[in-house]
């Protein structure tokens, strides 16, 4: 099983800044198979970005995704309030089980 | 109106059993993969399992394989989440979500596109 580990556990940032969300994984994959979720209190998550670097339909171009091998980033370029939330990678491989990082808490400074 | 539709909020005794459904609605459920995850309160998301509407095979995480069952109706589109004796520990909040994906030359992306609301059960005696 593929364990992610995401970090910063929390990141305080002010509207407007560069948000930089970090997700390793404990052995090589493929690019293909990493997507980032958000998560807002109260609800569901959502699809960010898939493919490590495709957004999902519907997400802002602020949110890009970068990365490769075992290291992959989440980039916010300039918060908006709406963007404050948890952010979780996960790696969805062709065998399960499709695991999630434990998340990054963004939130406002 | 492409959804998943999940069954209300539960509240259990420890031992009891339970079924929870999420309902697929405008689009084609035997062509997606949907997954069961679930969130402890306060904590991050894990991913319980996974099915194919209509075919037999069914992959569960180690961490819940024994603990629940995953099954699927295709003629009502929907997917059930079940236990037979809940315990105090399986309190917590399961969604399930639609796994879609595409093969290009680059490769093949898979992602969860698409989420229900959540069912929130709580097992307290």
């Known amino acids: 099983e593929i364990v992610l580990t995401q970090s910063p556990g929390t990141l305080s940032l002010s509207p407007g800044e560069r948000a930089t969300l970090s997700c390793r994984t404990s052995q090589s994959v493929s690019s293909s198979d990493l997507a980032w979720y958000q998560q807002k209190p109260g609800q569901a998550p959502r699809l960010l970005i898939y493919g490590a670097s495709s957004r999902a339909t519907g997400i802002p171009d602020r949110f890009s995704g970068s990365g490769s091998g075992t290291d992959f980033t989440l980039t916010i370029s300039r918060l908006e309030p709406e963007d404050f939330a948890v952010f979780y990678c996960q790696h969805c491989g062709s065998s399960p089980p499709h695991t999630f990082g434990q998340g990054t808490k963004l939130e406002i400074q | 109106e492409v959804q998943l539709v999940q069954s209300g909020p539960e509240v259990k005794k420890p031992g009891e059993s339970l079924k929870i459904s999420c309902k697929a609605s405008?689009?084609?459920?035997?062509?997606?993969?949907i997954v069961w995850v679930r969130q402890m309160p306060g904590k991050g998301l894990e991913w319980m399992g996974i099915?194919?509407?209509?075919?037999?095979?069914?992959r569960y995480s180690p961490s819940f394989q024994g603990q629940v069952t995953i099954s699927a109706d295709k003629s009502i589109s929907t997917a059930f989440l079940q236990w037979r004796s809940l315990k105090a520990s399986d309190s917590a909040m399961f969604y399930c979500a639609r796994r879609d994906g595409y093969c290009s030359r680059s490769g093949c992306y898979r992602y969860f596109d698409l989420w229900g609301r959540g069912t929130l059960v709580t097992v307290s005696s």
């Open positions: 099915i194919q509407p209509g075919d037999p095979d069914i």
């Open positions: 405008g689009y084609s459920f035997t062509d997606y993969r």
